[in-house]
């Protein structure tokens, strides 16, 4: 059996010095140091502002993209600027997406045999927002 000394008054070793700031503290602040502003979100704009993106991925061989919501002309048009940017200035050659299982039939059928309107699926997939 291990006895262990009656507690005392005495203050606990001082621990490493803390350097927590306030603006490790502030998911604000912490957001504030890391976004960097686009100046579109339209498809055809500039890819300049997309700089900080792609040190971001540096030589990542997968990035993921997700969106709040699904369907919103916003997160698509961002999306297509993006993967834009990944193709022509970062070289990514390979696209996935979310879809329903009927759809990714549908555009297997259409891209390997010539099957079917690839228009048409992708308009009912997405709403009509690929243009």
Do not use: N, Y
Not at 10 to 37: C, D, N, V
Not at 69 to 76: L, N, P
């Amino acid at each position: 059996m291990r006895v262990l000394p009656a507690a005392t008054d005495a203050a606990a070793p001082a621990g490493p010095k803390e350097t927590t700031t306030a603006a490790f503290l502030s998911p604000e602040a912490a957001l504030g140091r890391a976004a960097r502003p686009l100046r579109t979100t339209e498809p055809r704009g500039g890819l300049a502002d997309l700089r900080p993106f792609g040190r971001m991925v540096g030589d990542a061989p997968v990035v993921g993209l997700g969106e709040a919501t699904h369907s919103s002309h916003e997160f698509f048009t961002v999306k297509q600027r993006v993967l834009r940017h990944l193709v022509e200035e970062k070289g990514f050659r390979a696209f996935a997406l979310e879809a329903p299982w009927s759809t990714r039939l549908g555009l297997d059928a259409c891209l390997l045999r010539g099957e079917g309107d690839l228009k048409r699926i992708t308009d009912e997939e997405f709403r009509g927002t690929c243009r």
